[in-house]
């Protein structure tokens, strides 16, 4: 079982950057694909990217793409989000999540079964 805690948000103006890091405990993620969500108020979850146990795989929501960029170093057992060109819709509770995967590439959060808590990442017009 892994535990995943989040850090990095915050508030940040519009065109600014932030990077998200989730370090993972209790197991190695190297058997992990690991995604990032963010679920604003009022509205459903969404995914934002995800990236396959070595990271040759990954996966953008076209909001977010050539923007955002998931990438994670399993020796450090860490995932990140580098946003970058924020917008004020990208304010959202961002949160990352991981499921044991060999071959695909889940993309949808029912298809996660670990979590953490979330961040909150708030951009400012």
């Known amino acids: 079982q892994v535990q995943l805690v989040e850090s990095g948000g915050g508030l940040v103006q519009a065109g600014g950057s932030l990077r998200l890091s989730c370090a993972a405990s209790?197991?190695?993620?190297?058997?992990?694909?690991m995604g990032w969500f963010r679920q604003a108020p009022g509205k459903e979850r969404e995914v934002v990217a995800a990236?396959?146990?070595?990271?040759?795989?990954?996966y953008y929501a076209d909001s977010v793409k050539g923007r955002f960029t998931i990438s994670r170093d399993n020796a450090k057992n860490t995932v990140y989000l580098q946003m970058n060109t924020l917008k004020p819709e990208d304010t959202a509770v961002y949160s990352c999540?991981?499921?044991?995967?060999?071959?695909?590439?889940?993309?949808?959060?029912?298809?996660?079964?670990?979590w953490g808590q979330g961040t909150q990442v708030t951009v400012s017009s």
């Open positions: 999540a991981a499921v044991i995967a060999f071959l695909q590439l889940p993309y949808r959060d029912y298809e996660y079964n670990y």
């Open positions: 990236i396959s146990r070595s990271g040759g795989k990954t």
């Open positions: 209790g197991s190695t993620i190297g058997n992990y694909a």
